[in-house]
């Protein structure tokens, strides 16, 4: 079979098993030169023509100012499938990866993607458009995998498709089930042109590690490639750790669970209802920000089996984390509960990231409950939710 009939299928696949395109869907493709980026514009330049949604494409390729950068011949290969290249200028963006890198043998990749991303998101929205497609494809997802399992501790991949609440912005990548080999057999078949990269530290990044890792992996086991990729999206089968995290504030059975299960955030959500919209008469709107929400680190307080109260933190920046929503239920705020929770996520943030600030926004009438913590004002009073608050500061050393 022919590639590009291959690559089709398993696009059509993820589109329709991820829900990723839309009718109606303005969709910019950020194209680097790259086989994988140059496969996605031609694919989806097909599947355009096929399929029986309505959508349109825009391939966009950012300057970034590595050396010897020429777009000429993927504005060419562009207007070989009727469509207009755009070339954006982001030559800031070599200048500062050089600046981070420092005495390092190698520019900061991460720096480098977050960058690109937020250029693309900048772009969509001036021109109108609410999705960017990516070229990430199967062979990534499962070495971005490792990647994060054996240098950073978690289980965790990049998703198909990510929704931005406050850009109102959805990344999409729609190769996601599309290996490879598959791709490098599709540009040697249909003679597609590919520009080679200006990166420093193309083919010797630790992703490059990870492929010849696994190249050996297959090579001895190869049912394991194909089990991988079906891992990513296996639902049925997950059996983590994480939801059975309790972790022990005293020996009478108060504990801190990490929300894990939709199910726990139900619970987070009932307790903040009744703490803060119905006794406090805070408007929900206010309460429950969306995106928020999902930046934070949600924890339950629990009293043996029930839950009981709530808080979370959010990462404000290098060091800096900010403690948000904490709630005990009226019923049990006499119980110390709280006092002893809140006490054990500030030495569980302090251990893992000593030296760091710490800071809350606090209502005025808890101000010195707080400060028995340590925390000190910072700032002028200010009115959150119709509520005077106060912001408290804690320099962790």
């Known amino acids: 079979m ?34 994988d980026s140059v496969t996605l514009t031609y694919a989806l330049t097909l599947y355009r023509k096929f399929s029986r949604t309505d959508f349109i ?18 504005r060419d290969f562009c207007e070989s499938l009727g469509l207009k290249l755009m070339v954006v200028d982001n030559k800031e963006v070599y200048k500062i990866l050089k600046i981070q890198q420092g005495d390092k043998e190698h520019l900061p990749c991460s720096i480098c993607s977050r960058m690109k991303k937020a250029s693309m998101n900048k772009l969509a929205n001036e021109l109108g458009f609410n999705k960017v497609s990516f070229a990430h494809h199967a062979d990534d997802a499962i070495e971005t995998y490792f990647m994060n399992t054996l240098f950073g501790g978690r289980v965790a991949s990049f998703t198909p498709k990510m929704h931005l609440e406050r850009a109102n912005i959805t990344f999409i990548r729609p190769l ?15 003679n597609l042109p590919v520009l080679a990269s200006g990166c420093p530290a193309n083919m010797h990044t630790r992703r490059e590690e990870m492929k010849v890792m696994l190249k050996d992996l297959y090579h001895r086991y190869p049912t394991v490639k194909d089990n991988l990729l079906t891992m990513l999206s296996n639902y049925e089968k997950e059996v983590l750790w994480g939801n059975e995290i309790f972790y022990q504030i005293n020996s009478d059975g108060l504990t801190l669970k990490p929300v894990v299960k939709p199910i726990d955030m139900v619970h987070v959500l009932g307790i903040r209802q009744r703490v803060f919209v119905d006794e406090q008469n805070v408007d929900y709107e206010e309460e429950v920000i969306p995106e928020e929400e999902k930046e934070a680190l949600h924890f339950l307080i629990y009293d043996k089996t029930t839950p009981v109260g709530t808080i979370r933190y959010r990462v404000m920046g290098e060091r800096l ?40 926004n606090a209502q005025y009438q808890l101000l010195d409950y707080y400060k028995s913590f340590g925390f000190v004002e910072e700032g002028e009073i200010f009115y959150e939710a119709n509520i005077k608050h106060q912001k408290l500061v804690k320099e962790i050393k």
């Open 2 to 35: 022919k590639a590009i009939r291959t690559v089709l299928a398993r696009l059509r696949q993820a589109d329709q098993q991820y829900n990723l395109i839309e009718n109606g869907d303005k969709i910019l493709i950020g194209l680097s030169g790259g086989k």
């Open 57 to 74: 494409i825009q391939p966009v390729i950012l300057d970034l100012g590595f050396p010897n950068f020429d777009p000429t011949i993927m």
């Open 176 to 190: 996601i089930n599309v290996r490879e080999s598959e791709i490098v057999k599709l540009v040697k078949e249909e």
């Open 321 to 360: 984390f900010k403690i948000e929503r904490f709630a005990i239920l009226k019923e049990y705020r006499n119980k110390h509960f709280g006092k002893q929770a809140f006490a054990f996520l500030l030495d569980m943030i302090s251990e893992r990231y000593n030296p760091c600030t710490i800071y809350l």
